[in-house]
């Protein structure tokens, strides 16, 4: 989600240590016009991006990055400034972020295996390249004489420290390392970004075998929602079924739902067979890749000096250490614990009398079912079903109001085509990806600039990449005083929402909230280069305004002004959204405590690694480090990590507790908006001024205490979780 991200991908892999400044071969020079993946037009023609596209591309932004840095190089030290060293870097490498943001977002949106093989070609070159220019002896000179001159010492304190930044940039790719370390850290980065591109093709490939095809005996589906059957229906028609007959599956986000509301326990359990099947087949097997990536994750902390990845990780966050990320992760999970036990065993016991049982661990293809169980029977008294009143259209127009009385920002939405290659599209449209994405143009209403654009892309389909995430995909350029940017923001908002569906669930809205979060934070951060922008943040911070977001789309002030029937155009009962919203989920505990266990596997294993992992069983030893905090199940499922992508990228990996972390963080800041009115616009200012604006120019605690006035605390987060801490508790 952030531009550290890109640049660890950038990073990862090996090259031939060839000096900028040695004589190569020109790569055939491709057109402005005929470049789609970089061009700096305002809106990409995406139809274009084809794979022979990419492969030309590529080599041309290649040669026009390494020309960019060589002129950087040539510059003797005591001509060193500001423009000509890290303002002339930081252009240097804009192109190359904007072609690999722009290839990962069709990669995630569309299954073309052309434009993957190409893309995993591209990606190898262009890591090289990038691991070259950041490890070159005489560019790394320049960079770090110019930080330590005096000129240097007399920069804004902006300056300072996105130059710090830069500088470490130079440093996390092995620059100050002796040769023989620097070429085995390339060594390792090329063969971790070969696994990142493995376990995500594992996910994409072992998907098409999860599902459930269900042809006779009907009435055993009776529970299931009305939509969701339609939709397994239609896929049942698209494998060229022609009777009736019903297809549940990861693909269209109907498997886990079967798992959820149906009331017949075999096909319950078919459906968490099938779901096992994602990243854990025999050529699929993302076991494997996880044990490979520790291995190398492992060797390359030890090349920086460090004892262990998790430490290693841990330079570009506001958490000291691995060690210090666990014990918060291990403090939360024990202030939860005896608010998750109590739920666990009020589930049991509404499972047990539901099914006739009396067990005292589920199997676990009832889990889904149980929780589900337990929501229902804590929101019986909520008389009117919220997601009646939450149409697709009606929450995104709430959400860009909200953004926009707080924000003091203004959303065009703008005419949008989908024009495939070889096709001519109408002048004045947004070209777009797939038929149903649309884009809104984002204007600052208080100095009436365009800050620029993004897309969404709302709906499932096949070849789609699962979950929700705010992709990058252009960082507008510095402002300069009295100057329009010639390079605005342009990002995509990505969702799988049911298809064909026009209604939310109250989650959806919370989905779809996090991921404006993101949006706005991109839009509104201003530095003196690209590099401050929200994709420089500390990334255990990076979450924190998509989390505050979702604590507006929660409230009973906010839901009132979109929530309205979507026959009758009422609104909801505003007695009701307090009943509903009184906590932030009815089984807070339990699904807080997914994402600890989460959490928890992911820093134990690139903290222990070596002591836990080494040599073992991933899924037997992941299932040991959270058996004290799981719902009470029998075992034999696979380790949840399997499927967990975001902990294969550098951003996440060690790092999956920033979503716990910001959570704390966004739930303390968000007790600004309850003191002084939820939609306050001098709060909504003061938000923007200073957590939003600053993007990456200063250090993120210092960032959050403009805001609140002091440092985190957990507090809020316990209370908005219903969940009542004691100073005396005890780990299990």
């Known amino acids: 989600m952030k531009r550290t991200a890109i640049i660890m991908m950038l990073a990862l892999a090996p090259c031939v240590q060839v000096p900028l400044n040695a004589q190569e071969v020109a790569p055939v020079a491709v057109s402005a016009e005929a470049r789609p993946y970089s061009r700096m037009q305002e809106y990409p023609n995406w139809g274009e991006m084809t794979a022979d596209a990419l492969r030309a591309e590529a080599q041309q932004t290649i040669a026009e990055m390494e020309e960019g840095l060589r002129k950087v190089q040539s510059i003797s030290p005591e001509e060193t400034t500001w423009e000509n060293t890290f303002l002339a870097y930081s252009n240097a490498i804009a192109q190359v972020e904007y072609l690999v943001n722009a290839m990962g977002v069709l990669m995630a949106v569309q299954d073309d295996v052309a434009l993957k093989t190409a893309a995993e070609e591209v990606m190898t070159e262009l890591r090289a390249a990038y691991a070259q220019a950041h490890t070159d002896a005489a560019l790394w000179g320049i960079i770090s004489q110019a930080a330590a001159s005096e000129w240097a010492q007399k920069l804004s304190a902006e300056q300072r420290f996105a130059m710090q930044k830069i500088r470490n940039e130079f440093l996390s790719c092995g620059a100050a390392l002796t040769p023989h370390k620097r070429a085995r850290v390339l060594q390792i980065e090329q063969e971790l970004g070969a696994l990142q591109f493995r376990f995500n093709e594992n996910l994409q490939k072992s998907s098409a075998r999860c599902y459930v095809l269900i042809e006779e005996d009907f009435d055993r589906l009776r529970a ?16 060229g079924i022609r009777h009736e007959a019903y297809e549940f599956s990861l693909q269209n ?7 959820r509301y149906c009331e017949d326990e075999e096909i319950r359990k078919q459906a968490w067979q099938a779901e096992q099947l994602y990243g854990n087949t025999p050529e699929y097997d993302n076991a494997a890749v996880i044990m490979r990536c520790l291995e190398l994750r492992h060797e390359l902390a030890g090349l920086f000096g460090y004892a262990c990845y998790a430490d290693y990780a841990a330079q570009k966050r506001m958490m000291p250490d691995g060690a210090a990320a666990l014990a918060f992760v291990d403090d939360m999970m024990t202030r939860v614990q005896p608010a998750f ?26 889990v889904v079912y149980a929780v589900n169980l337990l929501c229902q029977a804590r929101t019986a008294h909520v008389q009117y079903d919220i997601s009646s009143y939450l149409t697709v259209d009606g929450v995104l ?19 949008t085509q989908y024009v495939p290659d070889g096709h001519v599209g109408s002048p004045g449209a947004v070209p777009v990806w797939h038929p149903d994405v649309l884009c809104y143009e984002v204007r600052d209403r208080l100095s009436g600039e365009t800050l620029g654009a993004f897309y969404l892309d709302l709906y499932a389909r096949k070849g789609k990449r699962r979950g929700a995430w705010m992709a990058p995909i252009r960082q507008a350029e510095p402002t300069t005083a009295g100057h329009p940017r010639s390079v605005r923001h342009l990002h995509a908002v990505i969702l799988n929402l049911m298809p064909g569906g026009e209604l939310m669930s109250l989650a959806g809205v919370e ?30 911070f990076v979450e924190l305004p998509s ?35 009184h906590r932030k989920s009815p089984v807070a505990a ?30 037997a030893v992941s299932h040991n ?7 009470p199940q029998i075992a034999g499922k696979v380790s949840p990590m399997r499927t967990v992508l975001h902990c294969m990228y550098p951003l996440y990996g060690a790092g999956y507790y920033a979503y716990i972390w910001s959570d704390v963080m966004a739930a303390d800041a968000f007790e600004q908006f309850e003191r002084s009115g939820v939609l306050n616009p001098a709060t909504g200012a003061a938000y923007r001024r200073t957590l939003l604006q600053p993007g990456s120019s200063a250090p993120a605690a210092e960032l959050f205490r403009n805001f609140t006035g002091h440092a985190p605390s957990p507090e809020a987060y316990l209370r908005r979780l219903g969940i009542l801490s004691s100073p005396n508790h005890q780990k299990p």
């Open 511 to 540: 989905g779809l909230f996090h991921e404006l979060g993101h949006v706005m934070h991109a839009m509104l951060g201003r530095g003196v280069v690209r590099e401050q922008g929200f994709m420089g943040v500390e990334q255990d």
């Open 253 to 259: 986000r109907t498997l886990v739902e079967l798992q």
């Open 341 to 366: 036990r109590r739920e666990c065993a009020e589930m049991l016991r509404i499972y047990n009398a539901q099914t006739g049982k009396n067990v005292d661990a589920l199997p676990p293809w009832d």
């Open 547 to 581: 989390q505050m977001s979702e604590y507006w789309a929660r409230h009973p002030e906010v839901l009132a002004r979109f929530a309205r029937h979507y026959k009758t155009g009422k609104p909801y009962p505003r007695e009701e959204l307090g009943h509903l919203c």
């Open 625 to 631: 480090v959270i058996a004290a905090w799981d719902v």
């Open 224 to 239: 299931m929602p009305a939509y969701m059957m339609e939709v397994a229906r239609e896929s049942a028609q698209q494998r």
């Open 590 to 619: 339990i699904e807080i405590m997914v994402q600890l266990r989460v959490a928890r596997v992911d820093l134990e294993m690139n903290l222990h690694y070596a002591e836990k992992f080494r040599g073992k069983s991933f899924d």
């Open 397 to 415: 127009q709430g959400a860009l109001a909200l953004y926009s009385d707080l924000l003091g920002l203004e959303f065009l939405p703008l005419e």
